[in-house]
């Protein structure tokens, strides 16, 4: 069997940054268990499967597809970066002749569309309420140790954990902070807990970001992922709240780095726009 598969870097225009993931072009249905092996042997983040919905479909021209994403470890209910290289692939590669994608997923129908040199992404927005200190002090104790915390949320339809630290910190702490994440899964007495966002305010007088971010998930086999869309449906949602702004600009301050251009809409979504680079073509063979 062949499939063709591709690398492409998320939310960046420069290859080799940003967020990877695999995309694999599903002609036929694929035996369930080989969506795993095929994330697993990737070893990226996410590995994401477009699939046709019914015989006929066209990868050039039909405008709605199924995708699912997997970790190396398990299969995750939203990708925004995978969602993101999904559509670069259809809409680049394939040349798809369609203005909007529609793809159908886990979390239900998402939209993909071009907009200049970016894809904007049409995602659920989710909110995160107040968090108890004592409830996950452990767990971010092993993240941030001394440092302040300025506020606690926890997301409940992500089961992502929130943790702004204090606007004293500014962009260079976030990213020179050494995090062990291994280490989050004992610290964690909670059992609800899937994702870590760090978070600090940043500089969005003049053409500077409104936020920054780092996101841990090594509950799903993730120790830092560098760019993540699922995290921003989070972040979105916080900061527009924070800052009174529903236009806002955020960088996600990993190692590889990325850039997301946030719009928060009133009907409780989030339109998240990023730009992607292709850095491998070919095809599984097996």
Request: aromatic residues 8%; proline residues 4%.
């Amino acid at each position: 069997m062949q499939i063709p598969i591709f690398t492409v870097d998320a939310f960046t225009h420069r290859p080799f940054s940003g967020n990877p993931a695999a995309v694999c072009l599903l002609e036929n249905d694929l035996d369930e268990d080989l969506h795993q092996k095929i994330a697993t042997e990737m070893n990226l983040s996410e590995t994401a499967f477009i699939r046709k919905l019914k015989p006929g479909d066209d990868f050039t021209k039909s405008s709605c597809f199924g995708l699912r994403w997997f970790t190396p470890a398990n299969e995750v209910p939203l990708c925004g970066h995978a969602t993101l290289a999904s559509a670069a692939v259809l809409f680049h590669i394939r040349k798809n002749t369609n203005s909007v994608l529609t793809f159908v997923t886990l979390s239900g129908e998402l939209k993909a569309r071009q907009v200049k040199d970016h894809i904007v992404l049409d995602l659920p927005l989710y909110t995160a309420y107040p968090q108890e200190l004592k409830e996950v002090e452990e767990l971010i104790k092993a993240a941030v140790g001394d440092m302040v915390v300025q506020d606690l949320r926890y997301s409940p339809d992500t089961k992502k954990l929130l943790v702004r630290l204090s606007d004293t910190y500014g962009r260079s702490v976030l990213e020179e902070l050494k995090v062990s994440p291994q280490h989050f899964l004992s610290a964690d007495k909670t059992g609800k807990v899937r994702g870590l966002i760090l978070t600090v305010k940043g500089n969005s007088s003049g053409k500077g970001h409104d936020f920054y971010s780092r996101y841990f998930a090594p509950w799903v086999g993730v120790l830092e992922d560098p760019v993540t869309g699922s995290a921003h449906a989070v972040l979105s949602s916080y900061w527009s709240e924070q800052l009174g702004k529903k236009e806002m600009l955020a960088f996600q301050c990993s190692r590889r780095g990325g850039e997301l251009k946030i719009s928060v809409r009133d009907d409780g979504r989030v339109d998240i726009a990023g730009q992607t680079a292709v850095v491998l073509k070919g095809n599984l063979t097996f």
